[in-house]
């Protein structure tokens, strides 16, 4: 039997899995200590973050490494989000195409998709925008994740 949750338990289940992960990994309280919820939704979530100099290349931009970080990090939100499962699994392969820049002060938008959350595997569609002062959005990065998950499923619940 899986969990089913009104929207504010699902937010609070997202948002504990959030602070248990910059808890016990400390390159995301390094990285993301102000990412923070818009929505959550059953297999997606969307963040804000703004991005200060800790996050730029040597170029000014937006580095590589920290949209991986971010894509890493949010993809085990969106699978919670789906069953509200505690543990996320491993990532099996990540893979990132970036599409334009982003630079300090910038605010972007992420927004993490479950497409499809299995027995063995969990594969989440990571799409990192730079919002504009007039709410449009431009692509940053998108990113495929894949991730392990057996033995991570939802708590069953007891009628």
Wanted: glycine share 6%; proline share 4%.
């Amino acid at each position: 039997m899986t969990q089913t949750a009104e929207p504010a338990s699902r937010a609070a289940a997202v948002q504990s899995l959030m602070d248990q992960l910059r808890a016990k990994s400390p390159i995301y309280g390094l990285i993301l200590p102000d990412i923070h919820l818009v929505n959550v939704l059953p297999g997606a979530v969307t963040l804000h973050l703004r991005l200060t100099t800790l996050h730029l290349n040597s170029k000014g931009a937006l580095h590589g490494a920290v949209s991986a970080t971010i894509v890493d990090f949010v993809t085990g939100l969106a699978i919670c989000s789906q069953d509200l499962r505690e543990k996320t699994g491993a990532s099996v392969d990540m893979h990132l195409t970036y599409l334009s820049t982003a630079e300090a002060d910038d605010t972007v938008v992420i927004r993490s998709t479950a497409e499809r959350v299995g027995g063995n595997l969990a594969f989440v569609t990571v799409r990192i925008n730079k919002l504009a002062e007039d709410g449009t959005e431009r692509p940053v990065t998108l990113a495929q994740h894949t991730k392990f998950v057996r033995g991570t499923g939802p708590k069953e619940t007891v009628s």
